[in-house]
């Protein structure tokens, strides 16, 4: 079991996300907020970011958590129809971006994969 810190304040989505992976054997906090998020960051296994929120700067997140020293894999999901936002995110250091689509559909595949690495 890893511990998944979960950045997401779409109410409904994130806890699809955060039961997903919870049924999935992982230890999930989620948060809706960028500050709290990051502090608890450090010590996760997995930090996992949605993108589709205009209130959050995921990008600017992980180039902090990236200028901190903090190596933890991040992941991040964004809405297909805004393909600009994937390529902001692998430019600040995301490890992955895939659609929301397929996080809903893969979300306990895309976490594992990542922790396998």
């Known amino acids: 079991m890893a511990r998944v810190?979960?950045?997401c304040p779409d109410l409904l989505f994130g806890s699809r996300v955060e039961g997903g992976l919870r049924a999935a054997g992982h230890d999930v906090e989620r948060y809706d907020d960028v500050d709290t998020a990051r502090a608890a960051a450090p010590e996760a296994a997995l930090l996992?970011?949605?993108l589709t929120d205009d209130r959050l700067d995921g990008p600017a997140l992980v180039r902090a958590l990236r200028m901190d020293s903090e190596q933890v894999p991040v992941l991040g999901f964004y809405s297909h129809v805004e393909p600009d936002?994937?390529?902001r995110a692998e430019e600040?250091?995301?490890d992955r971006v895939v659609p929301r689509s397929r996080m809903a559909r893969e979300m306990a595949t895309l976490v594992d994969g990542m922790l396998a690495r």
């Open 92 to 94: 600040a250091g995301f």
């Open 85 to 87: 936002v994937r390529v």
């Open 5 to 7: 810190v979960l950045l």
């Open 48 to 50: 996992v970011v949605d």
